[in-house]
């Protein structure tokens, strides 16, 4: 449907109930009531995050004995005729349960941009900020006392026009942020004090800023109240589930974003960095894949077993890849043009690989997908349409994604 | 930690600031006033508010030209002579305003946080000096649009390498307040800017080269031939002469009436916390301005006061638009009351710097900066806006609110006076009594009343 553009002077002259009626027809609330529910198969998602850019040809697109192929071997794994590095011996066992992108490509080279880019979906404009997917999945959801975009170890992207309750909830250190709920749980008396003091200034200067500032409390309180403290509290989960995910940083971090799926939070994203590995690539490879695994592994493990695996989307990603050229420096540098991505879980089958590359991994072959294929891929679990509009708070209609289309060959 | 001030002198002084003041008798340009005056309520049967009281002017203008509040002290002192236009010219003149404006400025320039390589630093030291010695805003603008060199050594090429990707869209809505972005998609929907007219703006920078070493961009122009469709066209029509294009745009911008009057705009914006034309980058025939008059007048005050931001400011803090309790005007379009001066929350800065003269604290930059970027965060890193909106997240409230609260002697009036610049009322002094002075002291620094210029 064609809707006129009204000028806003007609509007005021009198076209009020036309100007309601294009309103109301681009509110996002009402276009995900019409489209979730029955397409809606997710209800969950974690994306491991590789910051710096990961090597594909070191994880999920080995090239062995090619002059590109580098030191590592590649190993048979759960899921027919798919191999990936001999690095990732844990993976290998649960790739029934994930499929390899192998023909993604993407134009954007700079890693600022470029996170950007596989953060949102969306090139990077300065004008049209856009919400990172973390916040575009909280958004799916009835809003909870606790927040549903929450990312450890980074400080994940912003929500744009989605607006600040679906901003990520970043946690550096679980053990200080659960300090922090606690200790304002027990500041129950000064917060009380504070609404009482302020409500006289409160109702003179009545505005949506005074109360959003003044309900933001409220918020709080009631975060405080949920199970999301407990959650952070790893003291809480078992002596086994800890050695299984390993004593590490991003084995904790796994491990912590698995309760707070268990509790309900809509999207988690875990980061691992120290993947720009310009120099000396192996042996960084061969220590990060060595972090990556177990933890991975066992988070698999536990959404099969949970049956959690059905409605939780799994994703593992970074900004780019890297090139097949080893350079002088034993590194390799940054190649968009094959960027590697898995996912499973949720309405995606596993056990399959997407798409090729050549023999030497320089190019792809046959059909590539683009970075706003997978956004589309990824946000259709959830029941959004690629070409689903929302509306920026500067009033401008967008889509949910820029003009991708879903993988058919994840489905 | 103790003030020197007894709790009685406090309250004599205070007790007599209170109410509304006649305005000292005038020096001073009162043409704002009646401009804006023909459209307050009054005209049609209402009374315009009061100017004021002096304890609430301090800490209004000593926000907006300083970046704080105002010490007990400060407070005392302004109370026993409360001349306005003097207190004025004394922020003015002050070494934190030069470097409070240069933070203002910085934010509206290139945003909060350091993408792409931006030395966000560099052109602050930039900014503060040209702000010290007053320099006219035109050239700072030519500096601005023509700087080259390297990010890290020189300040104001900064503002190019933040908006490196399309610095023609940031120059249209900076400098002549228009938002040639529409115009990178489709031809815009309300104004007569076409896609053909934003490619053709957008050549002036088609000169510019940026490599990048080290942590270092470096800019600098490719003089070169270019046939006649490749060059530059400006939105008025005019071509560049010569082959300097940066340099020609410098000085169409600044030649044109939208630079004029977007600068008094976005001066009046500073103080008033909403633009005469709002947004103040987006100035076009659907988006009529409250008082067309006075967007007029502004622009021609900047031109001859040769766009002196510290004049402007000079001559607004005097308006009593600017010194009333609240001033509204009767909108033009609707007919109803609008406010021309609206609250404002404090940046980061004002609130890091507000809450460390409240409780007297001496602060280390690390300190402010930590605080600063837990404010802003990275959410807020694409952010486009003017200057800085308030958009707190559950967590950074919860790392505010979390901040530990230092033990005080001191007697509630006395922490009504370092927060809040006032007395507390009657009813306030019972719902504190025998409740601890850190709750106090926690309650009020949360506040609303403290958060907001108002």
């Not at chain 2, 704080?68 to 002050?94: H, W």
Request: charged share 20%; hydrophobic share 40%.
């Amino acid at each position: 449907m064609n809707i006129p553009m009204l000028n806003r002077r007609q509007v005021l002259g009198g076209a009020i109930g036309g100007f309601f009626a294009y309103a109301a027809r681009n509110r996002c609330d009402q276009l995900f009531a019409s489209s979730i529910g029955d397409a809606a198969k997710a209800k969950r998602c974690i994306v491991l995050w590789m910051d710096g850019g990961p090597s594909q040809i070191d994880t999920f697109d080995p090239k062995p004995g090619k002059t590109t192929g580098g030191e590592f071997q590649s190993i048979s794994t759960a899921a027919d005729g798919v191999r990936i590095s001999e690095t990732l011996p844990h993976i290998a066992k649960q790739m029934d349960g994930l499929s390899v992108i192998r023909n993604l490509s993407s134009p954007i080279g700079d890693h600022q941009r470029a996170q950007y880019f596989l953060h949102t979906g969306f090139q990077f404009v300065q004008a049209f900020p856009r919400p990172a997917l973390g916040s575009v999945i909280s958004h799916t959801t009835t809003p909870t006392d606790f927040p549903n975009y929450v990312a450890l170890g980074s400080r994940g992207f912003g929500p744009a026009y989605m607006g600040p309750e679906h901003a990520p909830f970043s946690i550096e250190d679980p053990a200080q942020a659960r300090q922090l709920l606690v200790a304002l749980r027990k500041r129950r008396g000064r917060l009380q004090l504070l609404n009482n003091l302020g409500a006289e200034f409160d109702q003179r200067h009545a505005s949506t800023l005074v109360q959003q500032r003044q309900s933001m409390v409220s918020r709080i309180e009631a975060l405080a109240s949920t199970r999301f403290a407990e959650a952070l509290d790893m003291e809480r989960s078992s002596v086994a589930d800890r050695q299984r995910y390993g004593e590490t940083g991003f084995g904790q971090s796994c491990l912590l974003a698995r309760r707070l799926l268990d509790l309900g939070v809509r999207f988690v994203e875990v980061q691992l960095g120290g993947w720009d590995t310009h120099a000396n690539n192996f042996p960084a490879l061969r220590q990060l894949c060595g972090q990556l695994d177990q933890p991975w592994g066992a988070l698999m493990a536990d959404l099969k077993s949970s049956g959690m695996l059905d409605d939780t989307v799994v994703v593992w990603m970074g900004e780019f890849g890297r090139t097949p050229r080893i350079n002088a420096q034993r590194g390799r540098d940054h190649f968009p043009q094959a960027t590697p991505v898995v996912i499973g879980g949720g309405p995606f089958q596993g056990g399959r690989a997407i798409g090729q590359t050549n023999a030497l991994g320089t190019e792809i072959s046959g059909d590539a997908v683009s970075v706003p294929d997978l956004f589309a891929t990824i946000m259709s679990a959830f029941g959004i349409k690629p070409g689903q509009e929302f509306t920026t708070d500067f009033g401008s209609p967008t889509t949910a994604t820029d003009d991708g289309k879903v993988i058919q060959g994840l489905l | 930690m103790i003030f020197s001030l007894t709790t009685a002198a406090l309250i004599a002084f205070a007790a007599s600031s209170t109410g509304p003041r006649a305005f000292p008798a005038p020096p001073i340009d009162r043409s704002i006033d009646s401009i804006v005056d023909q459209h307050l309520p009054g005209v049609a049967g209402q009374t315009p508010a009061e100017l004021c009281s002096d304890s609430l002017f301090l800490r209004r203008v000593m926000l907006d030209l300083v970046g704080r509040i105002p010490t007990v002290g400060e407070l005392q002192e302004f109370m026993q002579n409360p001349n306005r236009p003097a207190k004025i010219d004394q922020l003015l003149a002050s070494t934190e305003h030069a470097r409070f404006m240069s933070e203002i400025w910085t934010a509206s320039l290139v945003g909060y946080s350091n993408v792409f390589g931006t030395d966000r630093e560099a052109l602050r030291m930039w900014l503060e000096k040209q702000l010290e010695q007053d320099v006219p805003f035109d050239e700072m603008a030519t500096a601005l649009i023509t700087a080259r060199g390297a990010s890290s050594l020189n300040g104001p090429v900064n503002f190019l390498v933040r908006h490196l990707d399309d610095p023609v869209v940031k120059v249209g809505r900076m400098f002549l307040g228009v938002r040639l972005d529409c115009a990178q998609c489709h031809d815009h929907p309300f104004d007569r800017w076409t896609q053909e007219d934003y490619q053709r703006m957008r050549m002036f920078f088609g000169q510019v080269r940026t490599p990048y070493r080290d942590g270092t961009v470096f800019v600098h122009d490719e003089l070169g031939r270019a046939s006649r469709d490749q060059r530059p066209v400006f939105l008025t029509g005019a071509r560049p002469r010569t082959d300097h294009w940066r340099a020609e745009l410098a000085l169409f911008v600044t030649n044109s009436k939208p630079f004029a009057r977007t600068f008094g705009n976005r001066i009046w914006y500073h103080l008033m916390g909403r633009g005469v034309v709002d947004p103040i980058d987006d100035f076009n025939t659907e988006n009529p301005p409250a008082v067309p008059q006075l967007v007029e007048y502004l622009a021609e005050q900047s031109r001859r006061h040769k766009f002196s931001i510290r004049d402007m400011l000079r001559l607004i803090c005097n308006s009593h638009a600017y010194q009333r309790v609240e001033t509204s005007i009767i909108s033009l379009e609707s007919q109803e009351p609008v406010r021309l001066r609206v609250l404002k929350p404090l940046t980061p800065g004002q609130y890091f710097d507000s809450i460390a003269t409240a409780l007297d604290r001496q602060v280390t930059a690390a300190e402010r900066q930590r605080f600063v970027q837990s404010m802003v965060g990275d959410v807020l890193q694409e952010d486009f806006n003017p200057t800085w909106k308030y958009r707190e997240t559950v967590q950074t409230a919860m790392s505010r609110l979390a901040m530990p609260m230092p033990q005080l002697n001191d007697s509630l009036e006395e922490i009504y006076l370092r927060v809040l610049s006032r007395q507390p009322t009657p009813r306030e002094l019972e719902l504190c009594r025998g409740r601890p002075k850190a709750d106090v002291l926690f309650a009020l620094i949360h506040s609303n009343e403290f958060f907001f210029n108002h």
